[in-house]
Every structure is written in structure tokens, then in C-alpha cells.
């Protein structure tokens, strides 16, 4: 059983957990398993991995890809990660903060990760806005309120916003927190995000276009009028563009926003 063989190397090496920095380990072999199918990896890939713990989801992932960069914040975990994971060639361990972390400039790489929760947002700002090549897929293992928001249709945050404007996010599973050691307070859910080959727009946009829909969404329970509506020209942009104004932000779509962005744009010039 995983949890034992979890348990047995945290006892050996005398290390207890950090919940607080979101160390819960996943030991559900069957979620596993979903995890490593909903990334669809070949023995041609690439795979970078934030925050591996001792190495369980890094164990399946060698299996499975050309190679694999784990990156671990954590430095009692890397001597604990060759021995729970066992030879593996194909297998580098970066010591240090994933979010400061360059990722693979040279080569396509997908990301497959149990992140930290904590960490979501600007990892994801990370991987899409800072990243010289963006990854080609992102499988994630977060929770589940957050998976959920990303996976709208809709603009229900600024992570809906930003995803949608990288990728097609979908959610594939929800997690109970029995499939974990120790178990967090909060269901989890594995979500994937099927990154473009091009995003919608360049970063520069990207960045307006989220510093946008944050200035709508401080005021999300009132309608557009009285957010984009109080900005020089934004009663005249959402004419343009055939929004509503009596609409409220979460109801946008991902291409409202940024012909919205583009309107404000153009009338300011």
C-alpha cells in the first residue's frame, strides 16, 4: 500500500509533515493512475512536476515520459525521493521555489502536479505569463472550489480569466480527502488544461486584459455600468463591442474581455 510505504520513509528519516505549506500526500493509486492517463504522456515527453513531496506521483511519472524535473522546495525530501521512486535515469531534481524556477526553454514539456494549494494562482502565472515556452498541457491536482472556478465558462475569477486566455481548461474528477496523507480539510478535484499553441493574445495584453476584469470584479455584484462604465470611454466600449451594461463581470466570456480590452484600446488612441 502507498500510505504504509509513505508512512515507513517518513518514520525512517524521522520527518513530519507541514500541512500548513500544503504537504498532503496523495495515496490513492487509482487517482494516480487518472492523474497519468488525463496527461496523456508518451516516451517522447517532456514533464515538469512542482512540489513531487517524496516522490509518489514522481514514481509513475518515470514510467511513463522521456523525462521528468521534479521541482521540490522542501530539501529534506530529495534523498527521499531517489529511494521512494528507485533508479530512475530519466529522472532531475531541482531544489528550489517552483515559482521562481525557470521551466524548459529549449523543448515542449507538460506540467503534472499535486500542488500545494496555496500556490495555484501564481503558478499559473507563472507557467503562462513568465514562461519562454508555454507547456502543452497542465494536470493538476488542487482543490476543488478553485478547480471548479477555473473550469467556468464563464469569468468567475481572475484565474478564469487568465486560464482561458492560455488554454481549454476541463475538470476530470473530484478527490476526496480520505485519497490523502495526511487528509486536507477541503475535496480536491484533477483538472486538466489543454494549453494553445498560440495564446489569445500577447503577455502585454494578457496583463491589461486581467488588470481589466480585477477592476470589474471589485465590484462584482454591480453591473458593468458601474465598473467598466466609470473608466474614460467604457460606456462607449461596451456599446461598441455589444455588451450590456447592465451585465455583471462573471457572466463575461473570455472573448468579451478581450474585445472589450481592444475597444478601450482603440478609443484611447
Not at 7 to 30: P, S, V, Y
Not at 103 to 131: G, Q, R
Not at 137 to 160: G, Y
Not at 161 to 189: H, I, M, N, Q, W
Request: charged letters at 25%; proline letters at 7%.
Amino acid at each position: 500500500m502507498v500510505d504504509e510505504k509513505i508512512r515507513d520513509l517518513l518514520r525512517k528519516h524521522g520527518i513530519r509533515l507541514n500541512t500548513d505549506a500544503g504537504q498532503h500526500f496523495l495515496t490513492d493509486e487509482d487517482v494516480l493512475a487518472e492523474i497519468v492517463c488525463a496527461a496523456e504522456l508518451s516516451p517522447k515527453d517532456r514533464v515538469w512536476e512542482i512540489g513531487p513531496g517524496i516522490g509518489v506521483l514522481t514514481a509513475e511519472l518515470v514510467k511513463h515520459a522521456a523525462h521528468v524535473t521534479s521541482v521540490e522546495i522542501d530539501t529534506r525530501f530529495p534523498p527521499l525521493i531517489r529511494e521512494y521512486v528507485g533508479h530512475a535515469p530519466n529522472l532531475e531534481i531541482i531544489v528550489g521555489n517552483a515559482l521562481q524556477t525557470p521551466t524548459p526553454t529549449d523543448a515542449s514539456f507538460k506540467v503534472v502536479a499535486n500542488i500545494p494549494y496555496h500556490i495555484t494562482s501564481p503558478l499559473l502565472h507563472h507557467l503562462f505569463m513568465e514562461s519562454v515556452i508555454l507547456p502543452t498541457s497542465i494536470t493538476f491536482l488542487i482543490q476543488r472550489e478553485v478547480a471548479e472556478n477555473i473550469a467556468s465558462k464563464t469569468s468567475d475569477s481572475i484565474l478564469t480569466v487568465l486560464t482561458r486566455l492560455y488554454g481549454e481548461p476541463s475538470l476530470l474528477r473530484l478527490v476526496s480527502p480520505e485519497a490523502f496523507l495526511p487528509p486536507p480539510k477541503v475535496d480536491s478535484a484533477v483538472l486538466h488544461i489543454r494549453c494553445y499553441e498560440k495564446p489569445k493574445v500577447d503577455t502585454e495584453t494578457a496583463q491589461k486584459i486581467l488588470n481589466l476584469a480585477k477592476h470589474a470584479m471589485s465590484k462584482r455584484r454591480k453591473m458593468l455600468s458601474n465598473s467598466i462604465g466609470e473608466l474614460p470611454n467604457g460606456m462607449e466600449a461596451l456599446a461598441a463591442v455589444n455588451i450590456d451594461h447592465t451585465r455583471r463581470p462573471q457572466t463575461l466570456k473570455i472573448d468579451e474581455w478581450i474585445a472589450l480590452e481592444a475597444e478601450l484600446v482603440r478609443l484611447r488612441a
